[in-house]
């Protein structure tokens, strides 16, 4: 009720115009020369990046202008294209096309005519080198673009033992290739789109055709193309526009930096969507329980994917709970702990002045600000970050009768255990739950936390990724599905997609088992 | 897409076995019958097995239409609201009793301080939370629950065998003063709760998109957990024996205080609440949400206004009882001998002759 409250509310403060300051209507380029470079510097402002670079060097050609930006085009193309342009060999006596002998001295990569001065400025803005010749009523752009990037690396947030090691960098081209790379079937559809008045920043969606649910596709592309903003610096700004339930803590799109996990992803029917300046890529529809796999589950051995599955659930139920059932059972229902510990604990917690809640909440708040300031703080500070969080809040406030030794181990284990999901953004979903519950603990107990529980839970049940349910294949209940969720079986048995994704192309591999050689 | 979004016969039949073990457990049934309970209880899953079936016959004659559908087709618009509005009201008072039994259930085991109704106020509300979102959510929800209800009955059924606190021969010697001690016990009472509550899935059934197997499942279903709650209420004769059974107020809890492992883990019972909670809450959301579609169709009002307004009714009708005792003997006693019978067995009954009176009707004519 009150989120479709927001929503209109939201819907209603987005301005009907957008932001279009830099072009208004399409212009004709003008005859001369001369004034259309005049209209171009005047579009650009006379920024003094923006280059324009007349050629009248030879007498049987026209005289052009090639317009560029500095810094965003290859010099050495540039150079060469000079060269040719003042050397080309005219091979008829007549006068031959521009747009021939342009193809023959222009690099590889597409030539496309430009008709318009928007069209022109767009492409030098993209990092094009745009050709204008006098007399001529269109122009030409050459993709010589060579933005400074990042080389490929290992990805920083989502490490492996076995496996790839190359992540995305912030290059949407180099992306897409490190994507194709791993699926060389002409089934992947990409398609791209500009988003964005300021930044025109280029976003591609692909999904592989035959696997991925058309209606899933089409409403992503939906979504995508209704976005009406002035920016899109990463793809969080995307995650936010398209995603199903704007308030809900939880993602319902997953993102990586890893492109076998997008490979994976889109062999089981999800579209993922790359956003150009960011090596963050998005895949959807997605479920609860694909944030708690990891890729590598499916390069270790099956046996221990398993084993690191079992751990990774039960991570996330301690993240979760600890912290809240430890004040329950202190607090409530000291009955359950066993007498010696009791005794331990009793002594342990004789000296601390506060209630249990008091020293949960003082302890968790103190890690995440031990957390924030060590992603904030220059790398060189480091250790003497490390050395006053653990010493002085650990040991010391133990020492100085502050917290009881109990609450620091269970803080700890608690902040540990939420390391282990893999996704960070299930992971910080969990924090923030995480305070509810130990505030529903410390007022109702054990009965407490079940009714912060069984809300979550049913938010979670009634909660969609692009129509696909949440918590499936667990609610609703689909068993072939429960092969890969909490176990992971040997490949040979995953002989079917998971069934949430799609409903066609189910078969993954041949039926028959591979013969081992009989003795 | 909508394939992905309908109930499927698994998902309700998840859902008929936690509703079925509910809140059964709380309670010791067939405490006349002392050692021959099981036979009670045996004999009233038989004749919940029948009633079963017949709400089974009244949902084919008409696959499309639920409990409210099928009354006001079949008894007219004036008749048929009238034993509409009382089989909502049925419903929501079933609820207010799992509402207070829940309470009283919370202030005994966990919560020994806390005034009865902040308990039941928080379950009212997360409650009405859950049924706000409609049949769907709550029938998916149940498959969640089913693996956490099986695994603890599971694990206390072993550590009990294992630990040597059951005694077969307290069971013994088997209908020692007849028949008739099971018998009575049995009917109505047991028949009335739980086994006969399946009316309510009347109004499930018809949500439930592929048809085929349903009816199997449901009854497959239904006996497993008939024979599984009649193996769990003999654990109370097992433990404690007739006489201390019958005494207790919660019984089971008592069972399940008596294990301990290795002297560090002795009190399983305030874990074993949280299960008696989860379906307790469950079998509230179930009737709960009977109610709230009940009145969504008589009145053509919205499902979500009524939520509220029967979370209201339902908090309200929990405070009948002035005490717990009051409370279980108005339900174990009174509803279910003369009130309950109304609406299990003689209406649908009514509902089903009036079915096949009017086929004949309409196969004369022809």
């Known amino acids: 009720m009150l989120g479709r409250l927001l929503k209109k509310a939201l819907k209603r403060s987005r301005p009907k115009n957008s932001t279009q300051t830099r072009t208004d209507a399409p212009i004709e380029i003008r005859m001369t020369l001369q004034e259309s470079i005049q209209t171009l510097t005047h579009i650009m402002g006379n920024s003094t990046d923006f280059m324009v670079r007349k050629i009248s060097g030879r007498e049987d050609l026209p005289e052009i202008a090639i317009c560029y930006i500095e810094g965003l085009v290859d010099t050495n193309l540039l150079n060469r294209i000079l060269e040719s342009w003042l050397t080309v060999t005219l091979e008829a006596d007549q006068m031959p096309g521009i747009e021939s002998l342009l193809n023959k001295i222009l690099p590889a990569g597409p030539i496309s005519k430009l008709h318009t001065t928007q069209s022109i400025i767009s492409a030098v803005l993209d990092g094009k080198a745009v050709i204008l010749a006098d007399g001529m009523k269109e122009a030409f752009s050459a993709s010589i673009e060579s933005l400074e990037k990042r080389s490929i690396e290992e990805p920083s947030s989502q490490t492996v033992i076995r496996g790839p090691k190359d992540g995305f960098t912030e290059d949407i081209s180099t992306n897409l290739s490190l994507i194709r790379r791993r699926l060389r079937t002409p089934s992947l559809r990409v398609q791209s789109m500009v988003i964005g008045s300021y930044t025109n920043t280029k976003v591609i969606m692909a999904y592989i055709e035959g696997i991925a649910d058309e209606s899933v596709v089409s409403e992503i592309r939906a979504r995508l193309q209704s976005i009406e903003t002035d920016s899109v610096l990463e793809s969080g700004y995307i995650e936010e526009f398209i995603q199903d339930n704007t308030l809900s803590p939880f993602p319902t799109l997953i993102n990586t930096e890893r492109p076998d996990a997008v490979a994976g992803g889109l062999l089981e029917g999800q579209v993922v969507i790359l956003v150009d300046g960011t090596p963050f890529v998005l895949l959807a529809p997605v479920t609860f329980f694909r944030f708690l796999h990891s890729s590598e589950d499916y390069y270790q051995r099956y046996d221990l994917s398993t084993f690191l599955r079992g751990i990774r659930f039960f991570s996330f139920v301690i993240s979760l709970l600890l912290p809240s059932l430890y004040i329950a059972i202190s607090t409530f229902h000291q009955e359950m702990i066993p007498t010696t510990l009791l005794i331990s604990l009793a002594a342990q917690r004789e000296g601390t002045p506060l209630p249990a809640l008091m020293e949960a909440f003082m302890m968790e708040i103190t890690f995440e600000i031990i957390r924030e300031a060590g992603v904030r703080m220059p790398r060189v500070i480091g250790p003497a970050i490390s050395i006053v969080g653990a010493l002085v809040l650990g040991q010391a406030a133990v020492q100085a009768g502050l917290v009881s030794g109990a609450m620091v181990i269970v803080v700890s284990f608690t902040a540990i255990a939420n390391f282990a999901i893999p996704a960070f953004s299930m992971a910080a979903a969990i924090r923030i739950i995480r305070f509810v519950l130990m505030l529903l603990a410390g007022t109702f107990g054990l009965y407490g936390i079940l009714a912060g529980i069984i809300p979550i839970y049913a938010h979670l049940v009634s909660l969609t990724s692009f129509g696909v349910p949440y918590l499936s294949p667990v609610t609703p209940l689909r068993f072939a599905d429960l092969r890969d969720l909490f176990v992971r079986l040997p490949w040979p048995f995953l002989k079917t997609r998971p069934q949430d994704m799609n409903r066609r192309n189910m078969v993954r591999q041949g039926m028959n088992r591979p013969q081992q050689g009989k003795k | ?366």
């Open chain 2, 1 to 366: 897409m909508e394939m992905k979004q309908s109930i499927r016969v698994t998902d309700l039949v998840c859902f008929l076995a936690v509703f079925e073990v509910g809140s059964t457990t709380l309670f010791f049934l067939g405490a006349e019958a002392k050692r021959d309970a099981w036979i009670a209880m045996g004999i009233a899953a038989l004749i919940g097995l029948l009633l079963l079936a017949m709400y089974l016959l009244i949902y084919r004659s008409n696959p499309g239409l639920d409990l409210y559908g099928l009354c006001r087709k079949y008894f007219g618009k004036i008749i048929g609201s009238a034993v509409n509005l009382s089989f909502a009201g049925y419903f929501a008072y079933e609820a207010s009793r799992n509402l207070r039994d829940l309470g009283e259930l919370t202030l005994l085991t966990l919560l020994d301080r806390t005034p009865l109704m902040f308990i039941m106020l928080t379950a009212i509300i997360v409650v009405a939370n859950t049924v706000r979102y409609g049949p769907k959510v709550v029938i998916w929800m149940c498959a969640g629950f089913l693996p956490i209800i099986i695994l603890s009955y599971f694990t206390i059924y072993t550590l009990l065998v294992s630990s040597g606190l059951i005694q077969f021969e307290l069971m013994l010697p088997i209908l020692e003063e007849g028949f008739r001690p099971a018998w009575t016990a049995a009917v109505p009472e047991i028949v009335s709760f739980p086994f006969g509550q399946t009316l309510l899935f009347l109004l499930f059934f018809p949500l439930v998109k592929k048809k085929e197997k349903l009816s199997r499942s449901v009854i497959i279903t239904y006996v497993i957990t008939a024979i599984c709650l009649i193996m769990i209420n003999q654990i109370n004769i097992l433990v404690l024996g007739p006489t201390q059974a019958a005494n207790s107020t919660l019984p089971l809890l008592q069972v399940v205080q008596l294990i301990d492992i290795a002297e560090a883990f002795e009190r399983f019972d305030v874990l074993f609440v949280i299960v008696l909670v989860l379906g307790l809450g469950t079998k509230m959301a179930a009737f709960f949400m009977g109610a709230a579609m009940g009145l969504h169709k008589i009145t053509g009002l919205s499902y979500k206004m009524w939520t509220v307004v029967v979370a209201v009714v339902i908090f309200a009708l929990a405070f009948i009882s002035p005490n717990y005792p009051h409370h279980i003997w108005l339900g174990i006693k009174v509803v279910v001998t003369y009130v309950t019978p109304i609406f299990q067995i003689a209406l649908p009954l009514i509902l089903v002759l009036v079915i096949w009176i009017r086929s004949m009707w309409t196969k004369q004519r022809q």
